[in-house]
């Protein structure tokens, strides 16, 4: 079983719209779980990290669920500039990765 | 600061030879890493570091060598390339392995295999 699933999308949505992913771990020991966003042949950079208590950075939010070994990211009014693939990662010694979501926000 | 820096950026090989891919680190951060991203598998760990003169295996070694130095420099050497190392190798830092120590990641290198 893979340590971090995610939806590979596409998902192509209008510019203002809100979009979910989420993304499942399935090692409980797993420590710390990140969002990073990675641009068409770019590196990736890290979004956001994700606490337990769920956080906020502007347009973004970011939820753990620790007992279902769940993690999402919301984004709101979604731009242009949002078009991305979404990789979420999880820390359990070493970092692993997810297979990212690729978004595409349309005008 | 540089942050991390990769070189070079692309590079094409025959089967058989052999070379060193440079990752460098400005940052005094104790933890590097290799890793390699193929379409519909995610970025997968090569090897990594927790510092100078440590190095382990991460989930796909086999065919690749490391070293560690001194704590800003972590080369990836490919011993004898086949056509299934064609790939994008990045290279990360991180302050440790640490909960919650973001990984920064360089530009990659893109290598093809003939």
């Known amino acids: 079983r893979k340590e971090v699933e995610q939806d590979p999308g596409p998902f192509n949505v209008p510019e203002g719209a809100t979009v979910a992913f989420n993304c499942t771990y399935s090692n409980s020991a797993s420590q710390s779980f990140f969002w990073y966003r990675q641009d068409c042949r770019k590196e990736p950079k890290l979004l956001m990290s994700v606490y337990s208590s769920g956080n906020e950075d502007g347009r973004f939010t970011a939820q753990l669920n620790r007992a279902s070994q769940y993690i999402s990211l919301l984004i709101r009014d979604s731009k242009l500039s949002d078009s991305a693939t979404y990789l979420c990662?999880?820390?359990?010694?070493?970092?692993?990765f997810g297979t990212g979501t690729s978004l595409t926000v349309i005008p | 600061n540089a942050g991390v820096t990769q070189t070079p950026k692309f590079q094409v090989l025959k089967t058989g030879q052999s070379m060193t891919l440079q990752c460098a680190q400005d940052?005094?951060?104790?933890?590097m890493s290799w890793y390699r991203q193929d379409p519909g598998m995610g970025l997968r760990l090569i090897h990594y570091s927790v510092g100078a003169g440590i190095t382990d295996q991460g989930e796909v070694p086999n065919g690749y060598n490391v070293s560690r130095s001194t704590t800003e420099d972590f080369p990836l050497r490919l011993l004898s390339a086949a056509p299934s190392q064609t790939s994008v190798y990045f290279c990360a830092s991180s302050r440790g392995r640490g909960v919650y120590n973001e990984q920064f990641f360089g530009p990659g290198t893109r290598l093809t295999v003939l």
């Open positions: 990662v999880v820390n359990r010694v070493q970092f692993y």
């Open positions: 940052m005094n951060h104790e933890y």
